[in-house]
């Protein structure tokens, strides 16, 4: 079991190193599919992966300035309600049906990373990017700078990031990224950074509130997942350094949508 769980562990680490968030969602249907755990203590185990994963991989951005832990942290906080509540959802959804609705949702962070890779083609094209890094301060000596709208998309979308992180086990940075960089226009080197804080702190609330659950966790497993997704979450955030983000943003795309439509295949065929 070994031989599988290190490779897996490091291909979860770099997607989530990379790109930000994401990775994680390959994380649970990798431990009920190919380590052989079942989904409750899948989503749990999940949540201890992500969450070291992405608060040992956060270190390298922090070094490099793209990460505004102010912001982060608030974030993160304002989902714990979200994240006690999707625990508790959890426990009353029978697990092929938990795992048919994992299937579905990871279609549509696929369709997600599309749009925003298209978006970003875009603003390259038109030189926006270009601008907007030289214009945004890298640091704020505020959590907050925004409007009203945007205060309401971000106490929104935070609720739902940690509904989603209590409910499927997962970090959530594919909704964070996006709400970073349009509700407080923090660059998308900044906003990936960030969305590690924001993870850690979603998956550390999920876990607490699965403490008082019956789940049988695997710990060798989960601690030799846990060091290959940390060491590839370091070598992901060197990647990105050398290796464009749309060209890493479409491989992952790909693998998703073809594990999703495998979940699928697995989890729908007893219901029916």
Not at 58 to 77: K, S, T
Not at 239 to 256: G, N
């Amino acid at each position: 079991m070994l031989a599988l769980t290190l490779p897996i562990g490091l291909v979860v680490g770099i997607t989530l190193g990379a790109l930000g968030g994401g990775g994680s969602i390959l994380t649970v249907p990798a431990l009920v599919y190919l380590l052989g755990l079942d989904p409750r203590s899948a989503t749990t185990g999940s949540l201890i992966i992500v969450g070291i994963t992405t608060l040992i991989g956060m270190l390298p951005h922090l070094r490099a300035g793209r990460i505004r832990l102010g912001q982060g942290a608030v974030f993160g906080l304002l989902g714990v309600g979200g994240a006690f509540a999707g625990s508790l959802l959890s426990t009353s959804v029978p697990p092929n049906v938990l795992l048919a609705a994992f299937a579905a949702l990871m279609l549509v962070v696929a369709a997600v990373m599309t749009r925003r890779r298209r978006a970003a083609a875009r603003n390259e094209t038109a030189g926006r990017s270009q601008v907007e890094a030289r214009t945004t301060p890298m640091v704020s000596l505020r959590p907050f700078c925004c409007d009203c709208r945007a205060v309401g998309v971000l106490l929104l979308t935070a609720t739902a990031v940690g509904l989603l992180t209590g409910f499927f086990g997962v970090g959530g940075g594919f909704v964070v990224v996006p709400a970073l960089v349009l509700a407080l226009r923090l660059p998308m080197p900044v906003a990936v950074g960030t969305s590690l804080v924001v993870i850690t702190v979603n998956s550390a609330s999920a876990l607490l509130s699965r403490l008082g659950q019956d789940v049988t966790l695997d710990w060798g497993v989960i601690a030799s997942f846990t060091a290959a997704a940390v060491l590839g979450s370091l070598l992901g955030a060197r990647i990105t350094t050398r290796v464009k983000p749309a060209r890493l943003s479409l491989a992952f795309t790909v693998l998703l949508v073809l594990v999703a439509l495998y979940t699928a295949a697995q989890s729908l065929a007893p219901l029916l």
